[in-house]
């Protein structure tokens, strides 16, 4: 069994900063690709960014060059940090890891609970 925990959301001013955690733990063999994603009520969830095991990232074109992601393999964990942050970012935010198990050996699809990130002033 594997466990997706984020952390580090809650309620900043425009213009201000977070970063968001997800540390995963349980019978890991192995992480191939973690993603971060995003959704508002009566919308679908949306990809904010996402980074390979080797290293290769991608951002959705409304956060280019304010969310920066990245990895700590060593810990299982995967950072969003948010920069100059807007009203329109306001969601709950969700990670999830495409990862092996020790018991099965088959990849697989883990989602977090999700945590909300408010900006308002």
């Known amino acids: 069994q594997v466990q997706l925990v984020e952390s580090g959301g809650g309620l900043v001013q425009p213009g201000g900063s977070l970063r968001l955690s997800c540390a995963a733990s349980?019978?890991?063999?192995?992480?191939?690709?973690t993603y971060w994603f995003r959704q508002v009520p009566g919308k679908e969830r949306e990809l904010v960014a996402a980074i390979s095991s080797g290293g290769i990232i991608s951002y959705a074109d409304s956060v280019k060059g304010r969310f920066t992601i990245s990895r700590d393999n060593a810990k299982n964990t995967v950072y969003l940090q948010m920069n100059s942050l807007k009203p329109e970012d306001t969601a709950v935010y969700y990670c999830?890891?495409?990862?092996?198990?020790?018991?099965?050996?088959?990849?697989?699809?883990?989602w977090g609970q999700g945590t909300q990130v408010t900006v308002s002033s």
């Open positions: 999830k890891a495409d990862c092996m198990t020790i018991a099965t050996l088959e990849w697989r699809a883990y």
């Open positions: 349980g019978s890991i063999s192995r992480i191939n690709d």
